[in-house]
């Protein structure tokens, strides 16, 4: 099993995909590690659909970066703290993995953090209506994916999709977590 020491070591090495297009919107999410039943796990949230953006989807906690915001993982920790009650304190931040371009116009970057026991938590009942707790291992088992081609203002991409219980984790959510744990490849 990877510990979390070989994350923060693969993450500060890595030559990461850094998005500098001045034209896309910066967002920050926090990619948050935590270790149930001597599992790591990813936390997950379910959004609202009364968000502006990505309305009803499973996402990482995070969103736009304030211009009050000192830099990115300001950002994904703040708005984590928003949306689901995290203290920004209690999160070990690693690093950063490779930066995300949505097609609907941002960039994000995620921001790799652990805790070794969630805390309590209390969630922002306008942004988030669910968080999942979701063992590492779902994502790293071939079978659990599936790809569609999918055609979105005239580019062609990849959508990977990965069923969790009722849900289904896809597009940007799927496609940071395959590049953090492509990342991780070989540490494991």
Known sequence: MITVEQIKAVLSSHDRLEIRNPALRRAGVLILLFQRSEELHFLLTRRTQ????????????????????????ETALRESEEEIGLPRNTVQVLGLSDDYETPSGFAITPVVGYVPELPQLCLNKSEVTEILEVPITLFTDKANERVEKRQVGGKLYDVYFYRYGDHEVWGATAAMIRAFLQTLRGVQ
């Open 50 to 73: 009364d968000v502006e953006h990505h309305k009803g989807q499973i996402s990482f906690p995070g969103g736009s970066r304030d211009g009050s915001d000192h830099d990115i993982i």
